[in-house]
């Protein structure tokens, strides 16, 4: 038990040595095994530093200088035993330094500033305004991204990502989601709830590559008079969840290939552009999933309101169907051509030509076995309030 109370006591006086020459006065917290917190501002310079901290290394010089250039925080990124919590408008590094330390820190906090990727230096208000408005300008429906930080102040990722930090909780943005950030406006309250200026914009950063598809596109194109609360998305993203709510704004994600998304049209919401499926392929894609559109009884009455419309136009919708590669998606639109325009013979007769064997559910959303439909192979558990020939 003497031999390791020696050595207690030995590791308790180098690290109250290590404080003192680091500028700070020892704590009482020194004797439970914790460093005392050491500021920035009263470190000496690193060459001064590395001086005082020969005796406890008992190493070369060059080692003397690394470990003050990682109490000094020039080096917090490269030392992967080092993790930063941010802390209002601090930043916490816990763990320990390198392994070749004599000491261990328990806590060091180092002031989260502007420059030399966190060295402390001191930045004016106007600096910080026009630092902050350079930013600003950058933002796309109000929102902005750890690049266009990086473009705009010309610094690497870790410390445009401390700035954004500070920002943020100096109440001039919010924090989307890692990497994306939300300009308020100058009279909106930091701790209260923010919108979005254009969910369709926040969809486009959120869940990218993507465009606005289901009933959202049928609201855009005017094809429905009913209104949802919610924006419906098609992304080839990885995306966790498909109900997402983020700034008041609630998404229905649903998940697609690259090349389906390609397929979208760009429209211009603003000054920006922003990708939403046309009105054919809204229909192709509503066809093949109907809840996409709220259930098959609103798909009928956009199908109908497409047909009454200016914009009919059924060899395009049947090349939109056969690129969506749908066999339940032709079967959907023949049945419903059937009762809705029979006279589109040419297009009923394309539908039946592509519908595939099987059986399959006209609304796969309602859990009614409904009666069979033999001539289109489906089972017909909605009533969609049609007139029905004799099948």
Known sequence: MGRYGSE???????????????????????????AHPVCVSSIPAASTFSNNYKHLLGESSAKCAEASEWVLGLKV?????????????MVVLQHRPPSHFGVR??????????????????????ERRAEFGAL??????????????????????????????????????RRVRRGLYLV?????????????????????????????????????????EQIFRSVFVVSAANVRNRVVHLLGVDFRVAHTSKEHVARAETVWRGHEQV??????????????????????????????AYRESSHWQPKKLLERMKQRESGAGFKRLGWLAERLFPEERALVAACMEKKT???????????????????????????????????
């Not at 486009?204 to 993507?210: G, N, S, V």
């Not at 064997?357 to 796969?364: E, N, Q, Y």
Request: hydrophobic share 45%; aromatic share 6%; charged share 20%.
């Open 357 to 391: 064997a099987g059986l399959v559910a006209l609304d796969p959303a309602v859990k009614v076995p409904g009666r069979i439909a033999k001539r289109w192979g489906l089972r017909v558990n909605v009533d969609v309030g049609t007139k029905r020939r004799s099948e």
């Open 105 to 126: 820190l328990g806590t060091v906090r180092l002031q989260m500033m502007t420059e030399n990727e966190g060295v402390a230096t001191s930045t004016a208000p106007s």
């Open 8 to 34: 207690r006591r030995r590791r308790r006086r180098d690290r109250a040595s290590f404080v003192t020459a680091a500028g700070c006065e020892a704590s009482p917290h020194l004797a439970k095994g914790f």
């Open 136 to 173: 600003a300008r950058l933002a796309r429906g109000g929102l902005v991204s750890l690049s266009d930080a990086q473009r705009s102040w010309q610094v690497s990722a870790n410390a445009a990502a401390a700035r954004l930090a500070r920002y943020h909780h100096r109440g001039w943005l």
């Open 77 to 89: 990124g490269n030392w992967p035993s080092c993790r930063g919590q941010a802390l209002g408008s």
């Open 275 to 304: 990708m939403v499926s046309g009105r054919e392929l809204t229909l192709a894609d509503a066809l093949a999933n109907p809840a996409w559109m709220g259930g098959l009884r609103h798909l009928a009455e956009v199908l109908w």
């Open 184 to 224: 308020l406006p100058l009279e909106a309250d930091p701790r209260g709830a923010v919108t979005v200026e254009d969910p369709w914009l926040l969809a486009r950063e959120l869940f990218a590559p993507c465009y606005i598809g289901g009933w959202s596109a049928a609201e855009h194109w005017e094809l429905t």
